[in-house]
């Protein structure tokens, strides 16, 4: 699986941004999503999306304000931002699961960066 994002850039608070990722090669899983790496933090899950029927789940930072989605058609996996706050600034990176249920697959991330 290759994984391809795409949408970062700058933003004030409050503002927002969409991310899209495109996948290709051969599924090994149901499973793709978002996560973000902060300067001097570990990397954080921020949510994920089944390609079979759209079930989502998110990291409580984001819930109610970000919202992930998939298109099957494209192989594309979304991430919309909404309500940005400059604690969300971080490199932010599409992720796919293997078979073996592992977080496996990575893009290479891109940088989002609200202002306050």
């Known amino acids: 699986v290759q994984l391809q994002a795409s949408g970062g850039g700058l933003v004030q608070a409050g503002g927002s941004l969409r991310l899209s990722c495109t996948a290709s090669?051969?599924?090994?899983?149901?499973?793709v999503g978002w996560f973000r790496q902060a300067p001097g933090k570990e990397r954080e899950f921020v949510a994920r999306?089944?390609?079979?029927?759209?079930?989502?789940y998110y990291a409580g930072a984001v819930l109610g304000r970000f919202a992930i989605s998939r298109d099957n058609a494209r192989n594309t996996v979304s991430l919309q931002m909404n309500e940005l706050k400059p604690e969300d600034t971080a490199v932010y990176y599409c992720a796919a699961v293997n078979d073996q249920g592992q977080w496996h697959y990575w893009g290479k991330g891109t940088q989002v960066t609200v202002s306050s």
């Open positions: 090669g051969r599924r090994t899983s149901d499973t």
């Open positions: 999306v089944a390609w079979s029927n759209g079930d989502t």
